[in-house]
Nanobody, 130 residues
Framework: QVQLVESGGGLVQAGDSLRLSCAAS????????MGWFRQAPGKEREFVAA????????YYGDSVKGRFTISRDNARNTVYLQMNNLKPDDTAIYYC???????????????????????WGQGTQVTVSS
């Protein structure tokens, strides 16, 4: 069992920045990627970003490309989501998750699929006011 704890959410104004963190209680040998998803009120959960746990490979949803950056600290079993130029449409609960499915860097875009993720955190609220 892997526990994930997100932090860093809050209330900000449009144009501000936030950095979310997701700390995993441990990394199993079968953890190949970590991802961020979000769910706004009345909407389905959507893919935000993912990163392969070893080697290169970062992937982003179209709505956050150029504004959000995902990174990792393997030694701390932690993944970060740097969110810049936030917009009211970014308001949502943000969840991190781990995937035990392996894709090479070339096929890493498949990490957009929620069904590939095994463990999920409880989420952290991000609210962006206009």
């Amino acid at each position: 069992q892997v526990q994930l704890v997100e932090s860093g959410g809050g209330l900000v104004q449009a144009g501000d920045s936030l950095r979310l963190s997701c700390a995993a209680s441990r990394r199993t040998a079968a953890t190949y990627a970590m991802g961020w998803f979000r769910q706004a009120p009345g909407k389905e959960r959507e893919f935000v970003a993912a990163i392969r746990w070893t080697g290169p490979g970062t992937y982003y949803g179209d709505s956050v490309k150029g504004r959000f950056t995902i990174s990792r600290d393997n030694a701390r079993n932690t993944v970060y989501l740097q969110m810049n130029n936030l917009k009211p449409d970014d308001t949502a609960i943000y969840y991190c998750a781990t995937s035990s499915t392996f894709f090479s860097e070339s096929y890493g875009s498949y990490y957009t699929g929620q069904g590939l993720y095994d463990y999920w955190g409880q989420g952290t609220q991000v609210t962006v006011s206009s």
